[in-house]
């Protein structure tokens, strides 16, 4: 993991030249996520991973690249559980922590991308 890491430890050098847009559209996908979870996995599987090859070469994309998917990944699991537990009584109680869960995923992984560092 160190290898990943930029030589202060904690931040990976900038690289300009690769298309970061990728990423915050994918940001913005998983927030849509929160409402539109189909869309989103959808693009975290499919259009996320149609990446460039210089773009798995940086350590800071690849580790949020990760940190999406499986953000979306599980948000979908725990709301269909959640979709479950409906008839049962209780599935507001499963899905108001997993969606407080999803937002500070997201609210976090957009702002260590912002500061350019490995989630």
Same mark, same amino acid.
């Given at each position: 993991?160190?290898?990943?890491?930029?030589?202060?430890?904690? =931040?990976?050098? $900038?690289?300009?030249?690769?298309?970061? +847009?990728?990423?915050?559209?994918? /940001?913005?996908?998983?927030?849509? +996520?929160?409402v539109?979870f189909?869309?989103?996995?959808?693009?975290? &599987? /499919?259009? *996320?991973? %149609?990446?460039?090859?210089?773009?798995?070469? *940086?350590?800071?994309?690849?580790?949020?690249?990760?940190?999406? !998917? @499986?953000?979306? #990944?599980?948000f979908? =699991?725990?709301?269909? !559980?959640?979709?479950?537990?409906? $008839?049962?009584?209780? +599935?507001?109680? =499963? #899905? &108001? $922590?997993?969606?407080?869960?999803?937002? /500070? %995923?997201?609210t %976090?992984?957009?702002?260590? #991308? @912002?500061?350019?560092?490995?989630?």
């Open positions: 993991m160190m290898d990943a890491l930029g030589a202060e430890g904690c =931040v990976a050098a $900038p690289s300009v030249a690769l298309d970061t +847009g990728r990423s915050w559209r994918a /940001y913005a996908a998983l927030a849509l +996520g929160a539109l189909v869309f989103s996995i959808w693009y975290q &599987v /499919y259009g *996320d991973t %149609r990446k460039d090859a210089a773009a798995w070469r *940086d350590a800071v994309l690849q580790s949020h690249r990760q940190w999406r !998917l @499986r953000t979306a #990944f599980l979908l =699991v725990w709301s269909i !559980l959640a979709g479950f537990c409906v $008839p049962f009584g209780f +599935g507001l109680l =499963v #899905f &108001v $922590p997993v969606w407080l869960w999803f937002v /500070y %995923r997201v %976090r992984g957009m702002i260590l #991308f @912002r500061m350019h560092r490995v989630a």
